[in-house]
């Protein structure tokens, strides 16, 4: 089984950047035809994409963040990370990763000086 598992820093001042890793056991970041994504939820809000890379190292982002985020994976950790710059609160989320069908748990990021 596969097993997703975040981990945030909490609590993000604004403008700074947020940095995420979500660390894979059970399956492979690099298994052909997989793609590992970064999925947030803000309080009161419903799930939005924000970006996946994958097998093969290509990157995809959802329009409205593609200027803020980066994504990339450490294959020799089986683990892909998350980079989203200037954070402001409307950034405060749970963010999971998710990947063949699997959720991590998520972890809760707020934005706050």
């Known amino acids: 089984q596969v097993r997703l598992q975040e981990a945030g820093p909490g609590l993000v001042k604004p403008s700074q950047t947020l940095s995420l890793t979500c660390t894979v056991s059970g399956g492979s970041v690099t298994k052909p035809n997989t793609f590992w994504s970064w999925i947030r939820q803000a309080p009161g809000k419903g799930l939005e994409w924000m970006a996946a890379?994958?097998?093969?190292?290509?990157?995809y982002f959802a329009p409205s963040l593609q200027s803020r985020t980066s994504i990339s994976r450490d294959t020799s950790k089986n683990e892909f990370s998350l980079r989203l710059e200037s954070v402001s609160s409307a950034d405060t989320a749970v963010y999971y990763c998710?990947?063949?069908?699997?959720w991590g748990q998520g972890t809760r990021v707020t934005v706050s000086s």
């Open positions: 998710f990947g063949r069908g699997y």
């Open positions: 890379i994958g097998y093969d190292g290509a990157r």
